[in-house]
């Protein structure tokens, strides 16, 4: 029988922490999703947990989603992390690259999109880097 899959969602804003979770358990196969709304306490969480993706918000209060990303690379490093954002350029793609991003999703979101990243996500061999160039506005910056 396969596994189930857990999913840590880590977003400063109420209503997507509410839709999320909705729209994945629905339309993903053996998913259990968990959502936290304080960096902190997820970087926490994650510590003694073990989740297969980690979609995070990238501006959040306190710690961005970069700083989060890379705290989670250390105490979780075969996680694939996923940012969402709604302030994209070449520079957040840079450092979400060099932090071991598996892709970045524009916000607002587009379900079928956003969908198809989790799946690729959930079906690729773990390893960190960018690995998703489909998933991000600009993919003519290099993902190697």
Same mark, same amino acid.
């Given at each position: 029988?396969?596994?189930?899959?857990?999913?840590?969602?880590? #977003?400063? #804003?109420?209503?997507?922490?509410?839709?999320?979770?909705?729209?994945l358990?629905?339309?993903?196969?053996?998913?259990?999703?968990?959502?936290?709304?304080?960096?902190?306490?997820?970087?926490?969480?994650?510590?003694?947990?073990?989740?297969?993706?980690?979609?995070?918000?990238?501006?959040?209060?306190?710690?961005?989603?970069?700083?989060?990303?890379?705290?989670?690379?250390?105490?979780?490093?075969?996680?694939?992390?996923?940012?969402?954002?709604?302030?994209?350029? &070449?520079?957040?793609?840079? &450092?979400?690259?060099?932090?071991?991003?598996?892709?970045?999703?524009p916000?607002?979101?587009?379900?079928?999109?956003?969908?198809?990243?989790?799946?690729?996500?959930?079906?690729?061999?773990?390893?960190?880097?960018? &690995?998703?160039?489909?998933a991000?506005?600009?993919?003519?910056?290099?993902?190697?």
């Amino acid at each position: 029988m396969p596994r189930t899959h857990n999913i840590l969602i880590i #977003d400063d #804003d109420p209503a997507l922490l509410a839709a999320l979770p909705e729209m994945l358990t629905f339309n993903l196969d053996r998913v259990e999703v968990e959502v936290i709304a304080c960096p902190i306490e997820a970087v926490q969480r994650v510590q003694g947990a073990a989740y297969d993706v980690i979609l995070c918000d990238l501006a959040m209060p306190r710690l961005n989603g970069i700083a989060v990303l890379q705290q989670l690379r250390i105490s979780s490093p075969h996680t694939r992390c996923i940012l969402m954002t709604g302030h994209w350029d &070449k520079e957040i793609r840079t &450092k979400a690259q060099q932090a071991g991003a598996f892709a970045c999703v524009p916000k607002p979101i587009e379900r079928n999109t956003f969908l198809d990243t989790i799946r690729r996500a959930l079906a690729t061999d773990i390893g960190a880097g960018l &690995k998703d160039p489909t998933a991000v506005p600009d993919s003519s910056v290099s993902t190697s």
